[in-house]
């Protein structure tokens, strides 16, 4: 068996870890949880480094748990917010965990019969029936309101940080995520708990209250994972448009594609170990490649490959490679068309965008494109000029004629004419 902790280091994936973690993980296969709340049908890319976590530790012999926060997700955990969440229905809490389930499918072997396979569990499943005199009962009387107290989440919401403050239902937040690690513990021999290191205090709550539930000999361990980030400091996962979420009807593959394949160099080489299963060696002789050459951009184009094909498909990847090609490199009319609408639009998201009426069909391409209201060209002449000279393409394909006729057939996905002068001036046209 690898050594998990080992694993984590030389990934930069380890913040945290408890005493006598190491050593345990080294003794036996130990079932270990990672929790993740139903707030969304999808998870994004800031989810990604604990689901690694999770499949590094099954690639090492241990096995994963992943825990849908059915029931902390209608509550709110105070741990890096500044507000409270909104509380969701356990309809679409259900919905949400169904897809969160086929998203980490693709990560963790949640089919195999060795012992070691993957499961998903729920804490809405023993939270819905516990009352709150048994709550108090059995939780609340092992762990002082001091110790919650003491908690660094507790105390940037107490301290005036922001203006809410913090609810009674937020405060005991720590509470049940404490539970559900000793009910995991009882039921289901779970013995470590991973997270984000933002999550230390809560799972500490948690190896405590086992401690003080069941006694001193009870062993139950914390390992975390840092927050991670961008060179530049900021947030990682974030864009002008968003989250890069994995659900492709939220982030196309192909923006997907681009946004490993955007990443500073500095960040490639940090996010290479952390979002991908390759080994040591390979990532080594990849970064050795790519100091030789930066320009070549080895290291993101092979962290946008991995990812990419993880988390969509090899088909997946090979259409966002396709689609940057357009751009970037030559194409065909029939590249264009293999296109889903919601990656032709991202392809070309930004570009000079304009609408026409569909009497343009039989028009000739001089009158479409120089109307009034477009500023593809600034006269008839100077369209003239270009095309004579193979300077202006519709679809990918060299107009052959100014006055060539535009038919239905030029219509990419029924509605879409895309014109293009010279290499890089591409202009998009919506025909309705």
């Known amino acids: 068996m690898k050594n998990f902790v080992e694993e984590l280091k030389w990934r930069g994936m380890l913040a945290q870890i408890m005493p006598g973690t190491e050593e345990f993980l080294q003794k036996n296969m130990v079932s270990a949880y990672l929790g993740t709340d139903p707030t969304a049908d999808s998870l994004h890319i800031g989810h990604l480094c604990g689901i690694m976590m999770l499949r590094h530790l099954q690639r090492c012999g241990h096995k994963p748990y992943l825990l849908v926060g059915g029931a902390t997700g209608m509550i709110g955990d105070p741990s890096g917010k500044s507000q409270e969440r909104n509380l969701l229905d356990a309809e679409t809490l259900y919905h949400n965990q169904e897809a969160i389930k086929k998203q980490v499918a693709?990560?963790?072997?949640?089919d195999s019969t060795e012992p070691n396979k993957a499961e998903l569990v729920n804490n809405y499943d023993w939270m819905k029936d516990f009352t709150f005199l048994d709550?108090?009962?059995?939780?609340?009387?092992h762990i002082t309101v001091n110790y919650m107290m003491a908690k660094d989440s507790v105390q940037k919401r107490l301290s005036g940080e922001t203006r809410d403050g913090l609810s009674f239902t937020e405060f005991t937040y720590q509470l049940l995520q404490g539970y559900d690690f000793l009910y995991l513990y009882q039921h289901h021999g779970v013995q470590l708990q991973l997270g984000g290191n933002d999550q230390w205090g809560n799972m500490t709550t948690g190896t405590e209250l086992i401690r003080r539930t069941l006694g001193s000999e009870a062993e139950a361990f914390c390992l975390t994972?840092?927050?991670?980030t961008k060179a530049d400091g900021k947030k990682f996962g974030k864009t002008e448009?968003?989250?890069?979420?994995?659900?492709?009807?939220?982030?196309?593959?192909?923006?997907?594609?681009q946004f490993w394949l955007n990443v500073s160099d500095d960040d490639a080489e940090k996010y290479i170990k952390i979002f991908t299963s390759l080994e040591k060696e390979t990532i080594d002789a990849l970064i050795e490649e790519h100091r030789q050459d930066p320009g070549r951009r080895t290291l993101q184009k092979r962290l946008a490959e991995e990812v990419t094909t993880m988390v969509h498909s090899a088909e997946d990847l090979q259409m966002a490679q396709e689609a940057t090609n357009i751009l970037f490199g030559k194409a065909t009319k029939?590249?264009?068309?293999?296109?889903?609408?919601?990656?032709?639009?991202?392809?070309?998201n930004g570009v000079p965008h304009y609408t026409a009426s569909k009497d343009v069909i039989g028009q000739p391409a001089v009158d479409v494109f120089c109307q009034e209201?477009?500023?593809i060209f600034p006269s008839t002449s100077e369209m003239r000029k270009l095309v004579k000279g193979g300077g202006v393409s519709l679809n990918k394909e060299k107009l052959t004629a100014f006055d060539q006729t535009i038919t239905a057939d030029d219509l990419i996905d029924g509605k879409y004419l895309l014109v293009q002068k010279g290499k890089k001036n591409y202009f998009l046209i919506t025909v309705k």
């Open 106 to 110: 693709k990560f963790l072997d949640f």
């Open 135 to 141: 709550f108090a009962r059995k939780v609340g009387k």
């Open 225 to 228: 994972c840092p927050l991670i």
């Open 334 to 348: 029939d590249s264009l068309q293999r296109l889903d609408e919601a990656t032709f639009l991202d392809v070309f």
């Open 241 to 257: 448009s968003g989250n890069v979420w994995l659900d492709r009807n939220r982030t196309t593959p192909y923006a997907f594609y």
């Open 373 to 375: 209201g477009m500023d």
